[in-house]
Nanobody, 127 residues
Framework: QVQLIESGGGLLQTGDSLRLSCAGS????????MAWFRQAPGKEREFVAG????????FYADSVKGRFAISRDNAKNTVYLQMNSLKPEDTAVYYC????????????????????WGQGTQVTVSS
């Protein structure tokens, strides 16, 4: 079992930067691929960024590529999402998630691939 708690959301303006944090506890956090998803009102939850457990390989949705960066500090059991050049369309509840199984060799993008979720943190970007 992995427990996740996000923090760092807030109300921003276009062009601002923000860093979200996701603190994990429970089973060997470092053995799990981690991801950030987001869900805007009336829309499905979508993949934003992911990071593998072993080499820290990363993958990004096209909509955030070049603006967002995911990283992890396994010593602190924490995953981060640095968000730069924020846009109003980035407004959503952001969720941290851990893969359903540890030591997975591939980074997966679908919601169903992740069993452990945080409670979400709201990010609102005004124009």
């Amino acid at each position: 079992q992995v427990q996740l708690i996000e923090s760092g959301g807030g109300l921003l303006q276009t062009g601002d930067s923000l860093r979200l944090s996701c603190a994990g506890s429970g089973r060997a956090f470092s053995n799990y691929a981690m991801a950030w998803f987001r869900q805007a009102p009336g829309k499905e939850r979508e993949f934003v960024a992911g990071i593998s457990w072993m080499y820290g390989n990363t993958f990004y949705a096209d909509s955030v590529k070049g603006r967002f960066a995911i990283s992890r500090d396994n010593a602190k059991n924490t995953v981060y999402l640095q968000m730069n050049s924020l846009k109003p369309e980035d407004t959503a509840v952001y969720y941290c998630a851990a893969d359903s199984a540890p030591l997975r060799t591939s980074l997966r993008l679908g919601v169903l691939a992740y069993d452990y979720w945080g409670q979400g943190t709201q990010v609102t970007v005004s124009s």
